[in-house]
């Protein structure tokens, strides 16, 4: 991990408000919701394994998370309650979902009304 990447004074699983809160050292305290954090999995599956191959996840609004698994000192794998529990979430990703969540939500929201149907006349 380089000197420069953000680190996570605290995680805390929020089950009951679906979120996951993180805090970072530079005083930065995210909420993160259960779906945000599903459709923007950093798996091969969601990812892809290059630019162009993302896949877009549709109806995760009621996923949760049932397990936050350390793994090592840089990143948290989670568990979701629909079975998906690859990818591993590093304190840069994790920062970045934070950072950038609006942005992020945004473009997502943006590709779920593409796929959407055109309501005509």
């Known amino acids: 991990m380089a000197t ?3 680190c996570p004074l605290e995680i805390k699983l929020r089950r009951a408000a679906r979120l996951l809160e993180v805090t970072f050292e ?6 993160l919701p259960f779906e ?14 290059g630019p162009g191959q993302e896949t877009l996840v549709l109806g995760k ?4 998370v049932s397990a ?7 990143a948290v794998k989670l ?11 590093t304190w840069k990703y994790l920062y ?6 609006g942005e992020k939500w945004a ?3 943006a590709r779920v009304q593409a796929l959407a149907p055109s309501k005509s006349k």
């Not at 568990?79 to 990818?87: I, M, Q």
């Not at 970045?96 to 969540?101: M, Y």
């Open 68 to 74: 936050i698994e350390p793994v090592g000192q840089y």
């Open 96 to 101: 970045e979902l934070g950072r950038d969540r």
């Open 61 to 64: 609004e009621a996923v949760g």
């Open 36 to 49: 945000y954090l599903r459709v923007h999995s950093p798996s091969a599956e969601v990812k892809g394994h």
């Open 107 to 109: 473009r997502y929201l």
């Open 4 to 6: 420069s990447d953000p």
């Open 26 to 31: 530079d005083g930065s305290r995210f909420e």
């Open 79 to 89: 568990v979701f309650d629909d079975g998906h529990d690859t990818g591993l979430y």
